[in-house]
């Protein structure tokens, strides 16, 4: 688990005759990291990947000017007043780097390799023994005095330093060239770094398929470059456009390489706004912001990421994509202003999508999950009479991709009545737990609501559901770790390993049933950092 400035590994349980028994659960170690501003060791853990023999860890790390600073009768003791002496007080900002931290399991969590990565983070997938991170580096080009050389992307391998060469830097015609969006591909196995640098405008939304990585973002074109690359602008007038450009990596064996910009209109939601199939890259975008301006596509791009279709105008009149999931030859979307749209569009003949079925419901859901081929699960919002009310929960049966039809839901949560709540799976879908073969859906679920006696009131837990093709949601437990506390025990992960039932706060590993989630069997506590704003002395 990671909590703010720690690692900390669980002993979870261990096999007795064949069974499970997590009755030792306990805290095995806690791998602490410095976050003073002007320390060289400083890290903020990000997140982690555990794989076979090895942890991995990666975080920022962020460089400052720092200098000592004195302030006079800073402190209070017991002889009067004292002078307060600062020792590590920043005085700016000067860079951004990624640290990439490799521990061998089997050896008792010892580091093994450690890699550092120049720029701001952007994201980062590990596909077998390779890991690929994308960051960005921004080109301060309105500075008189700028060096370039200070801003071309580097790495670091155990303390060893390489620098790209501007021979080896990829620019494609027409773009701002306004930073470098550097793609590497490390071998866990050998240590070796392979970077592609792109020189352009940064992206904000990265896909990943087993072949291709595809970075979204905004491109800004200044006529009369922009002639250059899209046909019907004829003026040579000074202005400008933007457009979504896609960025096209392909990986393999922890080698990167640059392969096609797409240029397409609208803005995307998520990484699940986007899918590679069968060569092609599906996309969905949104333009405009209000009223009939509003326009949602569908598009269907080839390897070289030109455009093969697009479906136009999807939802009503005002709506926005509020959620996109592509499975095999369909997509699912859903819109939402008023009321809640939910598309089933057939994909399978990329020359002409088509809209091939139509379900319209209150709320709307902002992240989809397919539970098989058949059913779709919804995470999102209730509705209040063209607003949101209360968290609702709603299986899609799409086995009629014509007729699709919900199969079961649950508003759980009434703003109206309790005030407000909300799950984080509504936009990290990490947080969400689901398992067809148990048949259960686990998600955060916090609430707070003020009464005139006590003032405010938070509750945080996992909220379980049962699941059953046949008769649709059934309750199973809230599990919340403490009640009526005075720190903010944040509940915010689950998961299981036979047929127990772990849920992770920033205090506490607790252990239940999946067959009675509720009933606490085991406990144990993490350490709690002294970087922790939670704790209440």
């Known amino acids: 688990t990671m909590n703010y400035n720690m690692i900390q590994i669980t002993f979870a349980g261990v096999m007795v005759d064949g069974e499970f028994d997590a009755s030792q659960i306990g ?27 090895q942890l991995i860890v990666i975080g920022n790390q962020y460089n400052y000017y720092c200098e000592e600073t004195k302030y006079e009768g800073g402190v209070t003791t017991p002889e009067g007043e004292m002078d307060y002496i600062y020792p590590s007080f920043w005085r700016g900002y000067q860079s951004s780097s990624i640290k990439v931290l490799v521990y061998n399991i089997s050896e008792d969590f010892s580091l093994e390799d450690e890699y550092s990565m120049d720029g701001y ?46 021979e080896d830097i990829v620019y494609v015609e027409g773009t701002s060239p306004n930073s470098f969006t550097t793609f ?27 072949e291709n990585m595809y970075l979204v973002g905004t491109n800004y074109y200044f006529w009369p470059i922009l002639n250059t690359l899209i046909d019907e602008v004829t003026t040579d007038e000074s202005t400008f456009d933007s457009k979504t450009a896609i960025l096209k990596v392909s990986i393999g064996n922890a080698e990167v390489e640059y392969e096609a910009l797409g240029l397409i209109s609208g803005n995307t939601l998520n990484q699940f706004s986007m899918d590679e199939y069968q060569g092609n890259l599906r996309i969905t975008t949104t333009e405009g912001w209000w009223g009939e301006e509003i326009n949602n596509r569908l598009y269907i791009l080839d ?60 709320g709307y859901s902002a992240y989809l999950q397919p539970l098989g081929e058949n059913y779709i699960l919804g995470i999102g919002y209730g509705d209040s009479d063209g ?62 609501s003020y009464h005139e006696k006590d003032g405010y009131s938070y509750n945080s837990g996992i909220l379980v559901y049962n699941i059953d093709f046949t008769e649709g949601l059934d309750y199973s437990g809230f599990v919340q770790h403490e009640l009526d506390s005075k720190e903010n025990v944040y509940v915010y992960k689950s998961k299981f390993i036979s047929e127990y039932f772990y849920t992770v706060s920033n205090k506490y590993i607790k252990v239940s049933t999946l067959l009675d989630v509720e009933k606490i069997l ?3 506590e993490l350490e709690q950092s002294i970087y922790s704003t939670d704790i209440v002395e």
Not at 132 to 159: A, K, R
Not at 204 to 210: A, D, E, G, I, K
Not at 311 to 319: A, D, I, M, Q, S
Request: aromatic share 12%; charged share 20%.
């Open 27 to 53: 805290l095995y170690k806690t791998l602490e990291y410095s976050i003073d501003s002007c320390t060289d060791d400083q890290f903020y853990p990000q997140g982690m990947f555990v794989d076979d023999d």
């Open 121 to 166: 983070f952007t994201g980062t997938r590990k596909i077998g023994d390779s890991l690929y991170i994308v960051t960005n580096n921004h080109i301060p080009f309105y500075q008189e005095d700028i060096n370039l050389d200070d801003y071309l992307p580097n790495y670091e391998v155990n303390g060893t330093e390489v620098t790209s060469d501007y």
């Open 184 to 210: 590497y591909g490390i071998n866990l196995d050998t240590t070796e770094v392979d970077m592609e640098v792109i020189l352009g405008d940064s992206g904000y939304n990265l896909y990943v398929s087993n």
């Open 303 to 362: 390897e070289n990421l030109e455009e093969v279709s697009v479906l136009e105008n999807l939802g009503k009149v005002g709506e926005t994509i509020k959620s996109t999931r592509f499975v095999g030859d369909y997509a699912y979307l859903v819109t939402f202003e008023q009321t809640d749209p939910f598309y089933v569009i057939n994909l399978s003949n990329p020359l002409l999508p088509i809209v091939e079925g139509e379900l319209i419901i209150p």
């Open 387 to 448: 607003g949101t009310a209360g968290m609702k929960i709603a299986i899609f049966d799409v086995s009629d991709k014509s007729n699709p039809v919900i199969l079961g839901e649950e508003v759980i949560f009434d703003y109206a009545e309790h005030g407000w709540a909300n799950s984080s799976a509504t936009y990290n879908h990490k947080d969400l737990l689901v398992s067809v073969e148990k048949g259960i859906i686990a998600l955060p679920f916090s609430t707070s």
């Open 522 to 524: 085991y406990s144990s």
